[in-house]
T-cell receptor, first 116, second 113 residues
Framework: DAGVIQSPRHEVTEMGQEVTLRCKPISGHNSLFWYRQTMMRGLELLIYFNNNVPIDDSGMPEDRFSAKMPNASFSTLKIQPSEPRDSAVYFC??????????????FGDGTRLSIL | DAKTTQPPSMDCAEGRAANLPCNHSTISGNEYVYWYRQIHSQGPQYIIHGLKNNETNEMASLIITEDRKSSTLILPHATLRDTAVYYCIVRVHYGGSQGNLIFGKGTKLSVKP
């Protein structure tokens, strides 16, 4: 079975450029999460969606970050303009919400982002 | 959500049981205990969860004390591939979703030959 697919796996770009990270959740999952991981702060939730609707974006660091989920099978996380402090590994995760079950989150392999 | 306390690192011999403790003394009655792990350069992987009863699946066992203030994740026969950072997370679940998982620093388990 295909898991959560993230692209690109690695991104190196210069400060000030726009960066777009992509995520395809597991088919049938209706919750999607974006996390960021750094050595200093560990794993932090940035935003999550239920049924394509953003539920909690309190973790989004600032207006330079935006996330969209135009349909159930695709989400993007954009950083514009990018800064060196945005360098991190960005993970996308999906899960199945509802139905009375306690469904785990399934994570992709992440995008390693370096802003020079 | 209740906070958790885990030892920063542990070693285990290959083939032996790995017992990873977690303290969550402020856990409330409707909060679950979840365990995830993160192998180097990969995304976190769900292992197991429980509310108050002990749980077992193909990966591990979860033992929760009667007062629910602490728990232990047991990998019965650790292999080198179990070397990872193990996260214990406590939170309420609603609507069947685990919602916002708050990852602490976890325990770095090193399985040695």
């Amino acid at each position: 079975d295909a898991g959560v697919i993230q692209s690109p796996r690695h991104e190196v770009t210069e400060m000030g450029q726009e960066v777009t990270l992509r995520c395809k959740p597991i088919s049938g999952h209706n919750s999607l999460f974006w996390y960021r991981q750094t050595m200093m702060r560990g794993l932090e939730l940035l935003i999550y969606f239920n049924n394509n609707v953003p539920i909690d974006d309190s973790g989004m660091p600032e207006d330079r970050f935006s996330a969209k989920m135009p349909n159930a099978s695709f989400s993007t996380l954009k950083i514009q303009p990018s800064e060196p402090r945005d360098s991190a590994v960005y993970f996308c995760a999906s899960s199945l919400a509802g139905g009375g079950g306690n469904q785990p989150q399934h994570f992709g392999d992440g995008t390693r982002l370096s802003i020079l | 959500d209740a906070k958790t306390t885990q030892p920063p690192s542990m070693d285990c011999a290959e083939g032996r049981a790995a017992n990873l403790p977690c303290n969550h003394s402020t856990i409330s009655g409707n909060e679950y205990v979840y365990w995830y792990r993160q192998i180097h350069s990969q995304g976190p992987q769900y292992i197991i969860h429980g509310l108050k009863n002990n749980e077992t699946n193909e990966m591990a066992s979860l033992i929760i004390t009667e007062d629910r203030k602490s728990s232990t994740l047991i990998l019965p026969h650790a292999t080198l591939r179990d070397t990872a950072v193990y996260y214990c997370i406590v939170r309420v679940h609603y609507g069947g979703s685990q919602g916002n998982l708050i990852f602490g620093k976890g325990t770095k388990l090193s399985v040695k030959p």
